[in-house]
């Protein structure tokens, strides 16, 4: 893996890139919808690499932990603190939130209770086996990537017959956020580098409509900084051709067909709804939830949870801006004042992934 | 609502750092204190510093609570300057632990007491109900004798950063150890007393300093907020084990933020950086050593710590703001 | 959040679980996403489960075209320096 990263490669690939961008007359807007490409971009410090041969990369609103809504944030506060004897699991990033009652990092639990900070849902799962008097709640959080996973383990619970494990979900669908992004047509995007990982598990089909309804080329790319620029490549060799297309650059992990196993499992566990994403506001049919007959699964209604959606964001943040790619992160006036890593105001500052936390740390001051 | 503590305020991030900049520094408030670093530098050339240990699980893979709680407190006076003398040794123990376990960490004292070269000479014992501890908790507060007082007003560009080897052994061998997502790796704590970069002080010598909680980025970038220059570093020539490179790309980890506990960061002037580096070499536990980088007046800002990435990139690197794993050390 | 390694498959245990292997590191995979997998084959591994193959045949004719990227440019490099030179040369006199 260390080639994908290899400074030689990129330089040659930089050179190959700049070739293609030197014939364009302005600089492109390619939008990224995907936290870990946002981090690669800038762990890598390839965002100054990529300005300097005229591609400006934008992140869209491809970080899970920035677009779930405070109102969820606060169900999982309110277990842990307000109940006994309950372990809550959760991915490590969603533990940093702010929300009106504070975070998941700094809560501390009712008696009896804790947050327990995991890699997989399969933890949670054992967690539940092996403290059959306390209640584990997973806070399942994610993309396509991540929402078979979750779906498999609720599956094994429920074939199992656990009864003291559940989840509290946030799970978000890639192009129905896209489309909203196409239609409100308020900034100038060339071109889509779709997520890699999402894609192995829904294919190349689901992106299609933005190349043929909306002639925007687009690639799906990996996440090791040559897949990256190969992405990026693609997308300009289809701006010089003047056509659309999806290109797939991760052909070595993404089939055309996605994986139809993880596709079954959530076609077996889960089923569309309407869903407020942070900063975007009420998006149909953008999120998932398990199906009634797993109902005993779902912590929001086996613990009458009452989620009221839309509460919106702080006042004077601009988040939901940065997600669309209207703004860049300095444009908020909060940024980098009253919002920062230290105290962030709104979700694009607190994950690790957030645009605006990843502009805080990887770009600011840097020549 | 009543203010209560939060696991958060022990994690030796930015809430902590705060804690003891409002709490402590302000309701104790004297010249020794408010510096803050490791040792606390006193009259009659003493070095004093205190840690408490409540790493879970005892044992681990290279090590356990007791190798940890000498040459953690030890390092800490061998990075101020100071040769470790005498060391106390407070015991809290749970009800219910077992006699057996407790003996294997008291020879794990005694052997790496003997290995650093200090004394245990006081210490105290208490035990609590059960349930009201988890097996044993240590404090041990060491006491040296000042060699050489850390100069980093003397810190000019071109300065080298030294980096005695390699990265996160120590959090990798608590994670294998705790069983954590059926992790399996030969990697061992790298936990060691550092004695050996004690007769580089008097070889010029600027700074010091153990790499614990927080890993590399965290110390770092404190010691590009006490300078007027910035810090570069070059990902290309950090030592990183391949145990350590496959767990944190496996678990998505970033190692620069890994704790260690038996590697030291050290500025040292540019005229002498590589015979220092050699010189450290020879010591099994400088192996592998580099100089990983070099203060700047150049790029970035000052205070700042910049890493040149392996893609040939720039990056700002900031200290962590909060835990990445708890209770390591 | 997709955070996913390429990792061999070194362990199939009962019930759809097994070990994958990265860089002498081991944990433990879900496997039950994919078909067919057998002891040797390279899956990406995202949060303990294993979501697909990797065609190790694109993987290595990737890496292949990435290295010969890198070198016709270091080619180049080497020529654009060579050429640089000599215009300086040629200027001094």
Redesign the interface.
Known sequence: ?????????????L??LEKKTRALPSSIRIMEV????TMTV????????LENIGVEMISGP????CITPNEIHEAAIELVTKKKNFILTT???MT?VPSRKGSL????PASGSVVKIV?????SLEQARSNPEKNVVFFGV??E??I??IA?TVREAFFEGLTNFSILSALWLIPPPLKAIVEAKEIAIDGFLY????S??IGEKPYQFIAEDYGIPGAIAG?E??DML?GLSSILDQIHQGKAMVSNEY?????PTG????LA?MEEMLETKDAYWRGLGLIPLSGLKLKKKYSNYDAESKFNLNIKGGSGDLPGCRCGEVLQGVISPPQCSLFAKKCN??SPYGPCMVSF?GACFVHY??????? | MKKKISLELGSGGKLMRDFIAQHIVKTFNNPFLDELSDSALLPRQIAFTTDSYVVDPIFFPGGDIGTLCINGTVNDLIVSGAEPKYISLSLILEEGMSWEELEKILKSIKKSAKKAGVEITTGDTKVVRRGQGDKIYINTSGIGKILTKPSIKKIRPGDKIILTGTLGEHSLAVMLARGDFGLESTAKSDCAPLNFLLPFWKEGVLWMRDITRGGLATVLCELAEKTDFSLLIDEEKIPLSRAVRGATELLGIDPFYLACEGRAVLLVPKKKANELLEKIKMDPLGKKAKIIGEVENKIGKPGELLLSTCSGGLRLLEPLTSELLPRIC | MCLGIPAKVVKIEESNFGKVDYLGTKVKANLSLIEDVKIGDWVIVHAGFAISKLNEEEAKETLFMLRELASQQATENKKNNVEARRNNQKQRI
Do not use: W
């Not at chain 1, 800038?42 to 690499?49: A, V």
């Not at chain 1, 890699?119 to 933890?123: I, L, M, V």
């Not at chain 1, 994986?259 to 993880?262: E, F, I, L, R």
């Open positions: 893996m260390q080639e994908f990263r290899d400074k030689r490669v990129i330089q040659a690939l050179a190959e995907c936290g870990t490409h800038h762990r890598y410090g390839l965002k100054k690499l491809g970080c899970p932990v991915f490590g990033d940093r990092q700094t809560a501390v890699y997989s849902p399969e933890e994610g993309f990537t991540t078979p996973t498999l997520p890699g990982h999402v192995t598990i996440f900084p040559s190969l052909s070595r992990v993404v089939r994986n139809p196993k993880a499992v890593p230290n992934e740390k990887y770009n600011r001051g840097l020549k």
